[in-house]
T-cell receptor
Framework: DQQVKQNSPSLSVQEGRISILNCDYT??????FLWYKKYPAEGPTFLIS?????DKNEDGRFTVFLNKSAKHLSLHIVPSQPGDSAVYFC???????????FGQGTTLQVKP | NAGVTQTPKFRVLKTGQSMTLLCAQD?????MYWYRQDPGMGLRLIHY???????AKGEVPDGYNVSRLKKQNFLLGLESAAPSQTSVYFC?????????????FGEGSWLTVV
């Protein structure tokens, strides 16, 4: 029972264009959503987050949108850079223990 | 700045052997977690701890045990390793459950069970 789903295993984008990574969830009790970025042989690093009471959060080139009615969130990267090539994980926070439920990940490749 | 440190980084085990993965954090965090990452499965929570002396089960706890005897350490044990436990293991810690962006991960431990 996958509560957080990233249905696109991979995405390829040209440098300078927009990258849009999608994530769907099933549990309406999630109160916080996060995106993590992971390079090979490294641990995931925090990228950006959004509270369930908001619908948008922006940080430089990264924007996360939350559509609660559709139980859907997306990460926009504009403009995309080759250094953004990595695996991106969507995560949702469950309860007050801070534990995160992760999606399967989407591998982003930004071509020069 | 060490952050979250995992040892060992690589290990090969035979089926039935036991081992312990050690996670240490130097940020005085209350919460600690063990995840495993498998292809196509993302990161799945094995066990977690909300404070020294406490542990709780995550999504995939079977075959693993944990202990949090000291606040800075969180140990993950495999009593009888199975090939299905071949995976990359990540430890994480956070200082406040209300703030999602304070969850820090270690660099991972690659475990192969043959």
């Amino acid at each position: 029972d996958q509560q957080v789903k990233q249905n696109s295993p991979s995405l390829s984008v040209q440098e300078g264009r927009i990258s849009i990574l999608n994530c769907d969830y099933t549990n309406s009790m999630f109160d916080y959503f996060l995106w993590y970025k992971k390079y090979p042989a490294e641990g995931p690093t925090f990228l950006i987050s959004i509270s369930s009471i908001k619908d948008k959060n922006e940080d430089g080139r990264f924007t996360v949108f939350l559509n609660k009615s559709a139980k859907h969130l997306s990460l926009h990267i504009v403009p995309s850079q080759p250094g953004d090539s990595a695996v991106y994980f969507c995560a949702a926070r469950s309860g007050n223990t801070g534990k995160l439920i992760f999606g399967q990940g989407t591998t982003l490749q930004v071509k020069p | 700045n060490a952050g979250v440190t995992q040892t060992p980084k690589f290990r090969v085990l035979k089926t039935g052997q036991s081992m312990t993965l050690l996670c240490a954090q130097d940020m005085n965090h209350e919460y600690m977690y063990w995840y495993r990452q498998d292809p196509g499965m993302g990161l799945r929570l094995i066990h977690y701890s909300v404070g020294e002396g406490t542990t709780a089960k995550g999504e995939v706890p079977d075959g693993y045990n944990v202990s949090r005897l000291k606040k800075q350490n969180f140990l993950l044990g495999l009593e009888s390793a199975a090939p299905s436990q071949t995976s990359v293991y990540f430890c994480a810690s956070s200082n406040h459950a209300r703030t999602g962006n304070t969850i820090y991960f270690g660099e991972g431990s690659w475990l192969t069970v043959v």
